[in-house]
Structure formats: structure tokens, C-alpha cells
């Protein structure tokens, strides 16, 4: 699918920029024809030049999804009928490319017990493309006032499913862009940038037999996209792990500045409805030689819920969100770099969630926060994309762990802050002293504050007994010394070389 959604955008999508040197139509077509087939796509057409215009009909672009799904057991194609492209030279060496008003995306899906077919209609409105540059090097400039994609026809095991029980639509524009696709003998590359305006969506289906149903309606707005890609010559992008070996690897981002959403879902006869909403957010994700690299970040957003098994609604917002993660993907006899950020930051609630378990206001009001920031070396047994090689490990892991540092702790909420900060080596010989895990050596040091304060507020909220929160004091004397302020704690968790575990230089085992 993301084969299809990128090739299928690109072709479409890849005005007029400067001619910087000669190209035909036929090349034209030959660049977008092969970029289909680098993408996997069987590319079946008739050609006629006339004069200065060929025309390419009855195009129809055929991709065998087999063994492509989750399960690795279902099967799939899909197919996308273009009735004529349009490629007339302009006199200054620039080509222009006309498609159809519309264009129809078969889908068919079979997983060995449920067969699902349907049809995306991809429409556009004002759509133009002019392609110059030189046969090795095409540059694609495009605008459109609207593209959109709606879904026209689905059947499920044979029966029709009719729009009241399924619908999805996709509206997107102003659209403007520029796509560069060059080539040589042994790689196909490209680079993208576009901006999609403003994006609406609306999603719906029920299942009354299920008593489930389910909408989705929203905006986004301020999108835009680009991308990178490399592409060897002659490979299979249904074996991922010899292609990323092969020089397989792309970048892609996509961000909004603003969106909202609404939904309202219904199961087993219970209905919940909702509104989110962020002022800004973007996706990222890179493949890149030997690495793996996607995040996910996101600031003002909100959400509002309320439903028939809520006792009450439900509203909360987060200033700040961020989620990153950066692994090698091939097989290594060294050590390699690896992280994970979590960032979730200025969480507040709504005073109805608040009055709920505080009406007294004990605990302070002041937003709530988490960072996890993590860095590592591992090395690697498999590609992360070779899942035969990862299944004959067997209950071996599919690679050591060599160092973690924990570059950032932070917890704050209800008045309470930890922290802490460390790093530690693994000695992966030695599987004995924890009982199967490597060894670790290294240190942690932490820091507490407002512990007690946070543990009264508690006890005095009915949320914690004085037996609890004894038990809790005791365990925390046990492990901390007092800091340099009230009511702050501090300390050094260290494992030797032997194994040994000590708390602030007294060993605990």
C-alpha cells in the first residue's frame, strides 16, 4: 500500500518551470512508465504520436500484493486504469501532461477467509504538469485547485456494501509541487516537495449486526509533503531486506499547521463522541544505509470526550508531544547506534476531571510532564526486514545489547518531580548473573522532590493510607539521602563489575 500510495501520487502529481534542456514526449512517458515499474507496478499501454503529441491509452498499472499483508498467509492487486495521458511538446523543450478528470483504483484483498474488493476514484480539478529538464534528469512541476479520492464501489465476500455501511473521502488543494527524478545505470532517484493546502476527510461506517459503527471527520490545514527516494535498479520491493542492502532508502515528511477532528464511535450499542484538535504537527521517517529513523511530534494539542459509559466528559490538552525512535536495520559484527525519545509535555486537565477525586484542590493545578530520552549501542544478528531470519532465531534475541545511557528522566505531576540521568555497559558473555540478561555495569543517579508533600496531599485526598505511604517513606529513606533542600532526595544506584547493586555506596545485593 505504500508502494501504491507513492508511486500512484508521483504519477499523477510529478507548472512550468524554465526548460533547462530538451525533453520529448516519448522520454516523458518513458520516465514515468519505468518509475512505475522501479515501484513494482506492471505497466500495460498503446501508444500514438502524432506530430507533436503522443498519446498513451488504455494505460492500466497492475501490482501482486502476495504474501504483502500482516499475516503473510492473504493475497492481493491492485490495479490503476488510466483511459488516455496526454504528452504534447511546447516548442521550448518542456512537455505538458494531461490526465483525465478521473481515475479509478481497483482493489482486491483475500486473506484466506474474507475477500474484500473495492474502487478509489482519484478526481482532479484544474490539474496541469509541465515536465522539463534533460532525459536523465526530469523535473516535474504541477498544480491542481483540487485532487480528491473517494471510495465508489466495496463488496465483501460478493455482497455490495452500500455507502450508508461504509464511505471515505479525501479532499485536498490548492496543490502545487515539484518532483526531480534522475537516473543512471544502477539507481533511480527522486525529490519531492509539495504543498497539499488545506486536507478534509470523512469516514464512516456501521455494522448493524454488530451494533458497531463508527465517523471521522476533520481538517488539516497548512500540509505539506516531500520526500526523497533511491531506488537500484532490478530489485524486489517484496524482499525489503535485499533491497535496503542493494542501496534501497528514502526520507519522507509530512507536516499541518492546525487541525481538528471529530468522531463518534458506537460498540456493542455504547456511544462515544469527541473532538481533537492540535496547532501543529508533523510525521517524519527516514531509511537510510543500514538505519531506521521515524518520528512524530505535535504541539497545542486538545481533547474532549464524553459517551453513554462515562460518568462525566472528559477534556484535557498537552502543550507539547514527541516521539522518536532511530534503529539499525541490517546485520553487524559492531556495535551500533540506536535511541528512543518519548516527550510528553504541559499536560492539563479539565477542573470537572479535577473536582472528580480533588474537590478540596489539594494537589497543585500545574501541568504534568514526562521525558524519556534514551541513547544505546546494539548489534544487530537480522535485518529487521528479513522475517525468516528473525523467526530462525527462535527464542534467541535478534541481537545484544552493548551500552544504554539515559540521557533524560524527567517525571513531573501533583506537585512531585523525579529525574535522573546514566549509563551502563552490558557484557552479553556473561548471562548468568541476571538470570539470562546481560550483565550491566555502570550507574544512575536520581533525584526526587516533593515526595512527601505529594504523599500527604494523598493521604489526605483518601487516595493513600498511612500504611501505604509508610511503606513507601521507608522504601525511599531506604534507597535516597536527603538533599541540600526540603523535602528533595538524591541518589546513586551503581552495579559493579561482580554484579554488585549498591544505593548511594551501601550495597543491596
Known sequence: MNRLAAGTALALCT???????????????DDLARY??????????????????LTVSDVILTMNLENSIDDMSGSGTVAVRIDEI???D????????GFPDS??????????????????????????????????????DYTADRLMLALSDLSAEGQSVGRDNARLSVTMGPVSGQSTMARTDALSSSTQEMSLGEVTYDIAFDMPEEES???YTGTLSGVTASGTSDIPRDIDLEDMAAAVAAGFGGTGRLSHEGSQNEFTVTDEGATTS???????????????????????????????????????PVSASLAEMEFSMSVPMQPSDTPQDAALTVNLGGLTMSEVIWNAFDPSGRLPRTPASFVLDIGAQVTPRVSLFDPEAIEALGEQPPGELNT?????????????????AGAFTFDNDDLETFNGMPRPEGTVELTVSGANALMDNLIAMGLLTEEDAMGARMMLSMFTVPGSEPDTATSTIEINERGHISANGQRIQ
Open 15 to 29: 507548472m512550468a518551470a524554465p526548460a533547462l534542456a530538451d525533453v520529448t514526449p516519448q522520454q516523458v512517458w
Open 36 to 53: 512505475m515499474s522501479d515501484f513494482g507496478y506492471t505497466v500495460d499501454a498503446s501508444e500514438d504520436l502524432a506530430g507533436d503529441t
Open 86 to 88: 496526454v504528452l504534447t
Open 90 to 97: 511546447r516548442g521550448d523543450g518542456s512537455v505538458g501532461v
Open 103 to 140: 481515475i479509478p483504483i481497483d482493489m482486491a484483498f483475500d486473506d484466506g477467509e474474507d475477500a474484500v474488493d473495492l474502487t478509489i476514484d482519484y478526481t482532479n480539478e484544474g490539474f496541469e504538469m509541465v515536465v522539463s529538464g534533460t532525459p536523465d534528469a526530469m523535473v516535474y
Open 213 to 215: 459503527a463508527g465517523s
Open 274 to 312: 469527541g473532538q481533537t484538535s492540535s496547532d501543529e504537527g508533523a510525521f517524519e521517517v527516514e531509511i537510510s544505509g543500514d538505519r531506521l529513523r521515524y518520528s512524530a511530534t505535535a504541539s497545542g494539542g486538545s481533547i474532549a470526550l464524553s459517551g453513554d459509559q462515562m460518568p462525566l
Open 404 to 420: 544504554v545511557t539515559l540521557r533524560d528522566l524527567t517525571l513531573e505531576a501533583g506537585g512531585g518531580r523525579l529525574t535522573g
